[in-house]
């Protein structure tokens, strides 16, 4: 499961965005469900779609990404993939 890491030397005050691809997110419920985890975690949900959360996070530190999937994957929604996005 490939994660993306950010600049080190970013600006603490960066937003930096990335896109988890959660392919069990389908249902109404669901977006709910995952879009309270992703906050719980201290990143800011832009956009739900099935299968898919567009995030960010403006601290500009790399977002602990194994308790966010050990989250994900306790609540029946394992993340498959994880990348900054460019958008």
Request: charged letters at 15%; proline letters at 8%; aromatic letters at 6%.
């Amino acid at each position: 499961m490939p994660t993306s890491f950010s600049d080190p030397s970013a600006n603490n005050t960066q937003l930096v965005r990335y896109c988890v691809e959660v392919p069990a997110m389908t249902t109404p419920d669901s977006l709910v469900t995952v879009r309270k985890i992703l906050q719980d975690h201290q990143l800011l949900v832009d956009q739900l779609t099935e299968g898919q959360a567009q995030v960010a996070s403006a601290t500009g530190a790399e977002p602990d990404w194994p308790a966010i999937k050990d989250a994900l994957q306790a609540a029946g929604y394992p993340a498959t993939y994880t990348t900054t996005s460019d958008d």
